[in-house]
């Protein structure tokens, strides 16, 4: 255990210099996670990375993120001059994760003052789905949180997803996910797309062949992401 704290003391400081002079912190974070779960086998180990307070989060997980992720956070945080971050490690080993707990665990932080709702059928995603899907809907959340339905009391968002049958068998399925924001603040069509959408829409493609299309209503903000129900996504649980 001492010598634990001695590696998690290491990393904290190193962590506060990368941070301390704004140079990416990447690198530090991969070979962080990867030494520590050399140390501890069996174990999934997740990083949270927050560049600036309040301003955009991202997440770096190895090799995906699972039940329980948000609550491991808690308390382990480390903050310095250019932002935050936190570290997560879980004794858990899985190549399939959970639709609904995934979803629940990435929304956890924004259910205070805002109404969210999801619901879906039972669906375990591989783990390169789940990774994919744990960079888009923070990303998306974060957006909400900014400029969307979760930046003020009241507020409402609602995720649905579905598996629509388009022939005979399962191998014509079609995976479905709607994400519908309401009673936020009056929303405009940006004028170029950003990196944000970007990301989302490379990060579904490579995952499992995924398409995310927007829309921007002037009562909330829609994105609706269609793929192959494939082995490549997951499976009915």
Known sequence: MAAMREFLEVFRNRALDVMSSALPAESLLEDFALALQARLPGVIVGINVLDKAGRTFRQSLFPNLPSGFSQALTGNIITGK???????????????????????????????????HFSGPDILLTQEAASALTLVVPEL??????YGALSQPGGELNIEWLIVAQ?????D???????TERNG???????????????????LSNAFDGVAMFFYEPCGVKCEISAPFTGKLGKSN
């Open 141 to 146: 959340s974060t957006n909400a949180a900014k």
């Open 82 to 116: 250019h932002g935050s971050c936190g570290l997560g490690i879980l004794k858990l080993s899985t190549s399939e994760i959970d639709m609904v707990m995934l979803i629940q665990e990435m929304l956890a932080p924004y259910r205070t003052d805002c109404s969210i």
């Open 173 to 179: 399925a079609t995976f479905k996910l709607m994400w």
């Open 185 to 203: 603040p009056l929303v405009e069509q940006p004028d170029r797309k950003g990196y944000g959408t970007a990301m989302i829409k490379g990060s």
């Open 167 to 171: 022939g005979v068998d399962d191998l």
